[in-house]
């Protein structure tokens, strides 16, 4: 089964300094029928103005993936971490038992990001924070994983506490790339740039994608196109 949710269709908060295109019920956007995807709780689309963002507030119990499109965010938190991830690169947050937080884009630039919850599969452990670089070249033609359930530091994965997985690739127009998955769990694509097809069907930039019941994700650029997918269950 694969569902394209048109961007236009999407949820939508335009607050000035922010600009707010909301996958699943977030905030004051509400839709019953998209309360999430499996374990993906919210997959925002932000553009974020120069020399603004979100002062201090509260987590807890929640995995925080932030893709950085372009542009650049800065975080702070109540633990002490503090650290610039800028485009194409990925910070995680495990809020745990709680923790505050604030992100600033203090670029003189719009920053264009991601930012992905999932629910975490355990709880009651100390919260935490991570960021790398992952160049875009290093995903050409391939899928990269960002963040997992499986990874730890040492191998160049961002962990999370979360039966997930997090990839990004970026295709050429007319290369094609395919992604085996278990049909039990849930995947969610979303096409940053360019037209894609998934499985034969047509998808503008920005589209979301969400997916269950396939053995395999073939992917074909119309255009040059980065992608990010989350499997999970």
Same mark, same amino acid.
Request: glycine share 12%; proline share 4%; no cysteine.
């Given at each position: 089964?694969?569902?394209?949710?048109?961007?236009?269709?999407?949820?939508?908060?335009?607050?000035?300094?922010?600009?707010?295109?909301?996958?699943?019920?977030?905030?004051?956007?509400?839709?019953?029928?998209?309360?999430?995807?499996?374990?993906?709780?919210?997959?925002?689309?932000?553009?974020?103005?120069?020399?603004?963002?979100?002062? !201090?507030?509260?987590?807890?119990?929640?995995?925080?993936?932030?893709?950085?499109?372009?542009?650049?965010?800065?975080?702070?938190?109540?633990?002490?971490?503090?650290? $610039?991830?800028?485009?194409?690169?990925?910070?995680?947050?495990?809020?745990?038992?709680?923790?505050?937080?604030?992100?600033?884009?203090?670029?003189?630039?719009?920053?264009?990001?991601?930012?992905?919850?999932? *629910? !975490?599969?355990?709880?009651?452990?100390? !919260?935490?924070?991570?960021?790398?670089?992952?160049?875009?070249?290093? $995903?050409?033609?391939?899928?990269?994983?960002?963040?997992?359930?499986?990874?730890?530091?040492?191998?160049?994965?961002? !962990?999370?506490?979360?039966?997930?997985?997090?990839?990004?690739?970026?295709?050429?127009?007319?290369?094609?790339?395919?992604?085996?998955?278990?049909?039990?769990?849930?995947?969610?694509?979303?096409?940053?740039?360019?037209?894609?097809?998934?499985?034969? *069907?047509?998808?503008?930039?920005?589209?979301?994608?969400?997916?269950?019941?396939?053995?395999?994700?073939?992917?074909?650029?119309?255009?040059?196109?980065?992608?990010?997918?989350?499997?999970?269950?």
């Amino acid at each position: 089964m694969i569902d394209i949710r048109p961007f236009a269709g999407l949820g939508h908060a335009q607050h000035g300094w922010l600009d707010a295109r909301h996958h699943f019920s977030f905030a004051n956007y509400l839709d019953r029928d998209r309360m999430g995807w499996g374990a993906i709780r919210v997959w925002n689309d932000d553009t974020i103005a120069a020399h603004t963002g979100f002062d !201090p507030h509260p987590h807890r119990d929640m995995e925080i993936v932030t893709f950085v499109r372009s542009g650049a965010i800065t975080h702070e938190d109540s633990l002490g971490n503090k650290g $610039r991830t800028g485009a194409g690169d990925v910070q995680v947050m495990s809020a745990g038992t709680g923790i505050v937080h604030a992100e600033y884009n203090r670029e003189d630039e719009a920053t264009t990001l991601f930012q992905i919850w999932i *629910q !975490p599969d355990r709880s009651g452990e100390k !919260p935490g924070w991570g960021q790398r670089e992952f160049p875009r070249g290093t $995903r050409a033609g391939r899928w990269v994983t960002l963040a997992s359930g499986e990874g730890n530091a040492d191998d160049g994965i961002l !962990p999370i506490r979360a039966d997930a997985d997090v990839l990004a690739a970026t295709l050429a127009a007319g290369q094609r790339i395919e992604q085996q998955v278990d049909p039990m769990r849930h995947q969610y694509l979303v096409a940053p740039t360019g037209r894609i097809r998934v499985n034969g *069907q047509e998808a503008q930039p920005r589209d979301g994608i969400a997916i269950t019941g396939e053995t395999a994700i073939v992917v074909e650029a119309i255009d040059d196109a980065e992608l990010v997918l989350v499997d999970a269950v």
